[in-house]
C-alpha cells in the first residue's frame, strides 16, 4: 500500500468538530487546556516508567524536551 508522503493527519471526525463548534469559545479553549493536561501527563508517566530513578524535577525536564521536540516538527 503506497502513501502520500504529504499526508499528515487523519480525516477529521465530522461529528465531533459539529459538537465543538457548538460549544462556547471559553468551553472550547477549557477543552483544549484538559486535553493538553492529559497528553502532558501520559508524557510525564512514560518518562516516570522509563526512568523511575530521576527525580521530579529530571522528570519534568525530560518532559519539557519531548515537548519543545514536538513543537520542532510541526510544519
Do not use: C
Amino acid at each position: 500500500m503506497e502513501t502520500d508522503s504529504r499526508y499528515r493527519f487523519d480525516p477529521a471526525d465530522h461529528d465531533f468538530v459539529r459538537l465543538r463548534g457548538r460549544l462556547s469559545p471559553g468551553a472550547r479553549l477549557q477543552a483544549m487546556l484538559d486535553t493538553r493536561e492529559w497528553v502532558v501527563g501520559a508524557i510525564r508517566t512514560r518518562v516516570r516508567r522509563r526512568y523511575p530513578d530521576l527525580s521530579p524535577e529530571e522528570i519534568n525536564l525530560k518532559v519539557l524536551e519531548e515537548l519543545e521536540r514536538a513543537e520542532r516538527r510541526q510544519p
